[in-house]
């Protein structure tokens, strides 16, 4: 299938989605009964499939065994039935006990769900065992004004202060006494709330509770999987409708990238190698994608250089595959040393990386900076991937999660000591740098950013203008890899 008519049909796919989400909130349809395409989690009759659990970082329970984890969920469900009862199909809560958790694990998502509590009540909904999309009286008379619930419900209240998505964008709760109704999506840790029909968040990153307070760079982002838990926190809350639809690879796809924004240029035209240089010959297009081919390499770039910039792709691995992106290559060499970096795209799970560094493993900027494991789709299934490089940092975002947020300027320790002299570039090619294995790309466009400010020395600030102005013109343009030069390269030792 060409590009454009892959674009095209990721473009129909999420404008029909909001359609048929608003069909799915308005309709009438029979309590607890799942609509097509969900699984109801909750039947109206009983708690099969759900166990308690509080707000508790799930990283130890989920080293333990399948046994033990089960002897776990069985000890919760005393607590949960002095504290949780069905009513006429409705499951209700008295405000205290365990949070009612699913049994099993969800990545990516969309959930219905309805609710009607009291005044003065708090509650939420934890995804993938990360607090919380915030439920609470929006009115004065609730008393927590002073902490955001005259804002309403629906936001993502455990986000840093300020951060897109801590607080609704409208208020959109119901009077008390009145149904409310949740639609939740979520791909990686990119969130949307719907509340009553009305979008309150949108396309925001949900914050990993459980690594509040530690830098940026060493902020991990949600898990890859977890359970659904609904909150119980001080007054009586029912919930009915409980459904769940799991989000496949593609639709997420195009969830997640819709329509490239205005200042994104396709670099790859889906039929040849139309602006590109290097060992092109060691690449095909197959199907509107570039692929190494099997046994080949070298790095493959674009003729048009770049300083600061937002690139978006697609990729995919076969088993074991491995290749890495290009960023700011001088047009020769091994970019991981003489370009600002080379971003792993590496099958990571498979077993004959187990043994790899850190800085070696998919999204990590060889050598030098470590990315987040665990949110790769299977070997075979498209991954999409968006890289931001401005001045000297450089931030990854795979499926909806940020895996690497790295200034590298900062970097002193080096895997094997080997230093990256190429690693303070200020421009350079985009391109890929493939190992012997056909790991395919599509979809790749790229959007210019405004030149970072560079700071001036007060020796240089005294230079006449002159000097100044012959200094900052743009470094020359280095001569493309020659033949040899480019088989060497295939030949090297896999990363």
Known sequence: MKL????????????????????RDKCEHKNNVAPEGFTALFNGKDLVGWHGMSTTDPRPLWKL??????????????????????????????????????????GDFELWIDYKTVAKADSGIYLKANPQVQIWDFTEEGGKWGIGADKGSGGLWNNSKGSKGKDPLVLADKPFGEWNRFRIRVIGS???????????????????FWYRGKPAAEKAPAFPEGPIQLQTHGGEIRWRNISIREIPSEEAIGLLRGSDPEGFKSVFNGEDFSGWAGPIANY?????????????????????????????????LPPGGNNGLAIRYPGSGDTAYVGMCELQVLDSEHPKYSKLDT??????????????????????????????VDGSTIKVELNGNIILNA?????????GNRPHPGKDRVSGHFGFAGHSNPVEFRNVSIKRLADSPKPVAKKEEEKPKKAEAKKEKPAKKEAPAKKAEAKKEEAKPKK
């Open 4 to 23: 454009r008519q892959l674009a095209v049909l990721s473009i129909l796919l999420v404008t029909a989605l909001p359609a048929f989400a608003q069909k």
């Open 65 to 106: 065994s399948e046994e033990e984890q089960a002897a776990k969920r069985k000890e919760t469900l005393e607590d949960i039935n002095a504290h949780w009862s069905i009513e006429d199909g409705e499951l209700v809560n008295d405000g205290h006990g365990l949070y009612l958790t699913t049994d099993k694990n969800y």
């Open 190 to 208: 990119r969130t949307w709330v719907w509340l009553n029909s009305k979008l309150v968040v949108d396309n925001a990153i949900h914050e990993n």
């Open 284 to 316: 095909e297009v197959i199907d509107g994608a570039i692929r190494c081919k099997q046994g080949k390499g070298g790095t493959i770039y674009t003729e048009e250089e770049y300083a600061n910039f937002v690139a978006r792709l697609e990729f995919k």
């Open 359 to 388: 800085r070696q493993y998919h999204g990590s900027a060889y050598g030098m900076a470590p990315a987040f494991r665990g949110h790769l789709r299977d070997a075979g299934e498209w991954n999409y991937q968006e890289v931001t």
């Open 407 to 415: 200034d590298l300027s900062k970097v002193s320790d080096y895997m």
